[in-house]
């Protein structure tokens, strides 16, 4: 049963610390996603990839937020320094040109305190 | 610029009662709309796309592009039911999708 898989499930530092969220998209998949979850905002678009080139990271605050793809299977996405307002729950989501959904991870739920 | 829009935050009906998520969209091409789900635990998931009309877990969505909408419907509603429903829109030709703020649905038993 293929699924996008990310590391850490949870993620509590402290305001200034580096944080490093991965995730690995469904073998096959080309396009990749990055997106952020919260109460206010709902689901935002941070980034997303296709053929592990970066095509569109308007949605991504670029003093502090960075997204890439080293490879085919593995995305990242790190915040430094990061800040108590990027606390939410990062989804990373994966899919292909061949078919249109898209298949979401369980998320990384990150506090800055 | 091309948005979602779902109304209501929170929403609560009694079982066995119809159910109607409201989503409204801006986008002056082609929208391709669907609708994805999160039950409590789980991750967010596919429910329906617009472009397949089908009906699933007796769920069902229209798209009015006069009105542009595309409200999800079930006359019946089950405590399963209970979740976190996301509108989402993708434009054409491109793969990201646009997702509204959501609505939580509950289902009171």
């Known amino acids: 049963d293929a699924r996008v898989t990310q590391t850490p499930r949870h993620k509590v530092t402290e305001m200034g610390q580096e944080v490093t969220m991965r995730c690995q998209p469904i073998?096959?998949?080309?396009?990749v996603f990055w997106y952020r979850q919260t109460m206010m905002q709902g689901l935002e678009l941070l980034a997303y990839?296709?053929?592990?080139?970066?095509?569109?990271d308007s949605g991504m605050p670029k003093d502090r937020f960075s997204a890439e793809m080293p490879d085919a299977t593995l995305a990242t996405l790190k915040i430094q320094p990061s800040e108590p307002r990027d606390s939410a729950v990062y989804f990373c989501?994966?899919?292909?040109?061949?078919?249109?959904?898209?298949?979401f991870g369980p998320g990384t739920r990150l506090t800055v305190l | 610029a091309q948005r979602v829009t779902q109304p209501e935050k929170l929403l609560s009906v009694f079982k066995g009662a119809p159910v109607e998520l409201k989503c409204n969209y801006s986008?002056?091409?082609?929208?391709?709309l669907f609708w994805y789900v999160q039950y409590s635990r789980q991750r967010l998931q596919l429910l329906l796309r617009?472009?397949s009309r089908e009906s699933i877990k007796g769920f069902t969505a229209d798209l009015n592009k006069g009105e542009t909408s595309f409200h999800l419907k079930k006359p019946f509603a089950q405590e399963e039911d209970s979740a976190m429903y996301y509108c989402?829109?993708?434009?054409?030709?491109?793969?990201?999708?646009?997702f509204g703020t959501g609505t939580r649905l509950t289902v009171i038993p």
């Open positions: 989501a994966s899919g292909s040109d061949s078919f249109n959904e898209q298949f």
């Open positions: 073998l096959g998949h080309n396009t």
């Open positions: 990839f296709r053929n592990r080139a970066p095509l569109d």
């Open positions: 986008y002056s091409g082609s929208p391709e």
């Open positions: 617009h472009i």
């Open positions: 989402a829109l993708r434009l054409d030709g491109a793969n990201n999708l646009f």
